[in-house]
């Protein structure tokens, strides 16, 4: 077996911390990937893990053979993509993780202009709310709602998105229309958490540059950007989020905006990676046509400006 497939082999134990889960991943025989490793070792010298009947912990000089191999796994894949069709065509999975609603409402019905434009690069999209492993699962990038707390990711901003707040005509039936702050005193408003964190159930507005969050009552604590909205649906309370992501709720008049005049602060979306893979041009173009879907959502879509665009 070559160095490379050596390399990518060791890559996967470290991400998965498992002999045979990579194996799954890569197709492999257990065997291969056991004796691929030894051999790795072998020559390079080291020991790359601590193996137990339990547990694959990679060692110190693992961690720094791991970086090294992204780096130059990174590079080679790039490299093999650059001229791909004359640079024009770019091929090979990405692998991205995005919130529910991002993905059902906004990505998914527009990626037939993604393909027609990009036909040899496949997408791989998971959609879920809550953080994500990247190393863990083999993905190559996330887009949330915050900034990464993690310094071993990368951020970078990729848009804002305009936020509202909206209940259900039953609800505002039957507890009446907030037309000021102070209205709000006598209000529910849907909790939301995150996974490992406290539920919030806090409305925020932006007052003169300054963000002010208002705590509300309330009956019921999602987890979830489907069940917020859901939840909001049925009558609980008063929610905040994206105007694109409940667009069609509101256009069906299953959600009613008010207060119009108090301004919620806008949701910012950030995409995520490991550092030390490069922005493969597949990557890059997939950023930038999105890029180019969150500036424009209702009209077709064509390359983003080059100031819009990723930077390597």
């Known amino acids: 077996m070559d160095q490379i497939q050596a390399m990518k082999i060791f890559i996967r134990i470290a991400e998965l911390e498992s002999f045979s889960r990579a194996a799954e991943d890569l197709d492999l025989p ?85 393909y027609e434009r990009y036909p040899h690069i496949i997408l791989s999209i998971s959609a879920n709310d809550n953080a994500v492993n990247l190393l863990d699962q083999g993905v190559d990038c996330v887009i949330r709602a915050w900034p990464s707390e ?38 529910h408003a849907i909790g939301y958490f995150f996974a490992h964190q406290q539920p919030e159930s806090h409305l925020e507005f932006v007052t003169h540059g300054t963000g002010v969050k208002i705590q509300l009552r309330n009956t019921l604590t999602v987890s979830g950007a489907d069940a917020y909205v859901a939840a909001a649906k049925a009558g609980f309370g008063l929610i905040q989020a994206s105007r694109l992501a409940i667009a069609q709720e509101l256009e069906r008049g299953e959600l009613v905006e008010v207060l119009s005049d108090l301004t919620p602060p806008p949701m910012p979306l950030y995409i995520m990676y490991p550092p030390g893979r490069f922005l493969a041009p597949r990557i890059r173009v997939f950023l930038d046509w999105l890029i180019a879907l969150f500036s424009h959502p209702d009209t077709s879509l064509s390359p983003p400006a080059n100031n819009e665009k990723i930077a390597d």
């Open 150 to 187: 993690d310094e071993n990711l990368q951020s970078r901003h990729l848009a804002s998105l305009e936020q509202i707040t909206c209940a259900s005509p039953a609800y505002l039936a039957k507890s009446g229309t907030p037309k000021t702050r102070e209205d709000l005193t006598t209000h």
């Open 30 to 114: 257990r065997a291969t990937v056991s004796t691929t490793l030894k051999r790795l070792e072998q020559r390079l010298g080291v020991r790359l893990f601590l193996r137990t009947t339990r547990q694959v912990k990679i060692t110190d000089e693992g961690k720094i053979y791991y970086q090294r191999c992204l780096q130059l796994i990174s590079a080679l894949e790039e490299a093999d993509t650059l001229f791909a069709h004359h640079k024009n065509q770019p091929t090979g999975v990405v692998r991205i993780d995005m919130p529910h609603s991002l993905a059902r409402v906004m990505v998914i019905p527009a990626l037939q202009a993604f």
